[in-house]
């Protein structure tokens, strides 16, 4: 097992985030949240490239591949679009008292809705929403620090739900059926160790990959939460983890600090690769209508 992370591409992201697997064009898309940059790698040929980016340099703060391959793209003021062939498609304009806040990390779940979560501001905490596929949208959990990574467990019965802010990673009751979460307990708590969880994923066995910002390490836990692997990076703050490529044995982690290198380590930034022999699960696609 190599546990040493390969460099993929170096775009000295300030903020990379979010990379996903896009089955159909079988190519991993990630973002830079505060420039609004998409950026997209094919393992087949090697290439990478800058995919498109906002207006305004409007921050994606999480996106989904929709079922009809396009992307919904959950942004700054609680904005949503779709962005199919180069355009954007607006399914909510801004959400009430979201105008100062931005979208953090969010999921689709196995009926298309999304899990959506805003980042705290000096008005209010951070809300994580639920989009349904008929774009109405409501809060599921209030007074969230920081709303950050998600998952299923593999028997669909469990979602879980990070709040960085608060250096926890909770476990909820999901009923695939409503959409409902409830009866939060603790999964695990970082209270006492250096650094934050952020993105997460879970991988076929059930076990739970946690991207640690400022720890500069990806940990590995059980259904449990006992940690068994931690692999380190070259950069401070890992941001996320996805599972990949045609048999998801390919992992691809993001990380953040490209503009304070100097600080943050010199391949902070770059979007790097595990292959470990672990086999991961597709994540779900989103169904979200647009007018």
């Not at 409007?58 to 949503?80: E, H, N, R, W, Y």
């Not at 679009?81 to 779940?109: C, H, M, P, Q, Y």
């Not at 920081?146 to 990070?162: A, C, E, V, W």
Request: a negative charge.
């Amino acid at each position: 097992m190599n546990t040493t992370p390969k460099l993929i591409a170096d775009y000295a992201c300030a903020t990379g985030e979010g990379p996903f697997w896009h089955e159909a064009e079988q190519r991993l898309y990630w973002c830079d949240i505060p420039t609004g940059k998409l950026f997209r790698y094919d393992p087949a040929t090697g290439e990478h490239e800058l995919y498109w980016q906002s207006e305004d340099d409007d921050p994606i703060g999480g996106f989904t591949v929709q079922c009809d391959g396009s992307l919904a793209l959950f942004m700054g003021k609680g904005a949503v679009r779709v962005l199919r062939d180069g355009k954007t498609e607006t399914v909510i304009e801004s959400i009430e008292r979201e105008e100062t806040s931005r979208f953090n990390d969010v999921i689709a779940d196995p009926k298309g809705r999304v899990f959506c979560g805003t980042m705290s501001t000096g008005e209010q905490m951070g809300i994580l929403y639920r989009l349904d596929t008929d774009e109405s949208i409501r809060p599921v959990v209030k007074n969230v620090g920081t709303s950050n990574g998600m998952g299923f467990t593999p028997d669909g019965k469990g979602m879980y739900h990070t709040d960085s802010k608060a250096k926890m990673i909770y476990l909820y009751d999901y009923d695939e059926v409503t959409g409902e979460i409830s009866n939060r307990r603790d999964f695990v708590s970082l209270e006492n160790e250096e650094g934050t969880p952020d993105g997460m994923t879970v991988d076929a066995e059930g076990y739970v990959w946690s991207a640690r910002w400022d720890g500069s390490c990806l940990v590995r836990y059980t259904p449990e939460g006992k940690e068994v692997m931690r692999i380190t990076f070259p950069a401070k703050k890992v941001s996320s983890v996805i599972f990949a490529g045609p048999d998801y044995t390919d992992m691809y982690i993001t990380t953040a600090g490209g503009h304070k290198k100097d600080e943050d380590g010199k391949d902070a930034g770059a979007l790097f690769h595990l292959n470990l022999g672990i086999k991961g699960v597709p994540e779900f696609t989103s169904a979200i209508r647009t007018k």
